[in-house]
């Protein structure tokens, strides 16, 4: 049982350039979150999705898309990446409130 | 404006001590509050939570104390183990809201020396 697995664990990406973050749960749950860690910020959610093929906007959704076409999957994409984007992304998911977000280990991405 | 805030960007204790991370807030519309606990280069697990509706909740060696008037959570660890150095993280949610949809604080880094 992997829980939630994120790839890649790191990245480099030049200014402009675009990538794709896949977050894959086993789970089976039906809640997924993506959230970015900034020193000195803590967590700040970026987008997430209630349900296979819905999403919704976090409180930093600006530069980011996001899909869920499968329940199992999230992808979090960057179109044209900005150094502003810098940070380590954190994929979660859970069943349900009473439930704790699981989380992945993380992507460290770097924009130069 | 961050709703909510652990003031303290670290705490050193010595092994077998308590150690009481705090954390404040400033939505009155939050009802549920948790703490996680960070290894570097791992994502955050779970550690406790509380309900608006109690003012304490025990896991081991975990304390989660709220303080709803002051508007104030505390996690107690007693006692502590060089194990429990990591960085802890309070969040809230409010009602109504996605069941994972929630605000951090900026977290506090944890060393407990042998």
């Known amino acids: 049982n992997a829980g939630v697995t994120q790839t890649p664990k790191f990245r480099v990406l030049k200014t402009g350039q675009s990538m794709t973050l896949l977050c894959a749960q086993d789970?089976?749950?039906?809640?997924m979150y993506w959230y970015r860690q900034d020193p000195g910020m803590g967590l700040r959610l970026i987008h997430y999705?209630?349900?296979?093929?819905?999403?919704a906007k976090g409180e930093v959704p600006d530069g980011y898309n996001v899909s869920r076409l499968k329940k199992q999957n999230f992808l979090l994409g960057l179109e044209s990446a900005a150094p502003s984007q810098t940070s380590v992304y954190f994929c979660?998911?859970?069943?349900?409130?009473?439930?704790?977000?699981?989380f992945g280990n993380g992507t460290r991405l770097t924009v130069t | 404006d961050q709703q909510v805030k652990q003031n303290s960007p670290s705490l050193s204790v010595q092994e077998g001590r308590i150690s009481i991370l705090n954390c404040d807030y400033t939505n009155s519309m939050f009802d549920y509050f948790l703490w996680y606990k960070k290894y570097p280069a791992e994502g955050p697990t779970f550690l406790i939570s509380i309900s608006s509706i109690k003012d304490k909740n025990e896991d081991g060696r975990f304390t989660v104390f709220l303080n709803k008037s002051a508007k104030h959570l505390s996690l107690h660890i007693v006692p502590s183990q060089p194990g429990d150095s990591a960085v802890y993280f309070c969040a809230a949610s409010a009602p109504g809201t996605s069941y994972g949809k929630l605000t951090f604080g900026q977290g506090t880094i944890l060393t407990v020396h042998p």
């Open positions: 789970m089976n749950h039906e809640y």
């Open positions: 999705s209630v349900g296979e093929g819905t999403t």
């Open positions: 979660a998911s859970t069943r349900g409130r009473s439930s704790p977000l699981h």
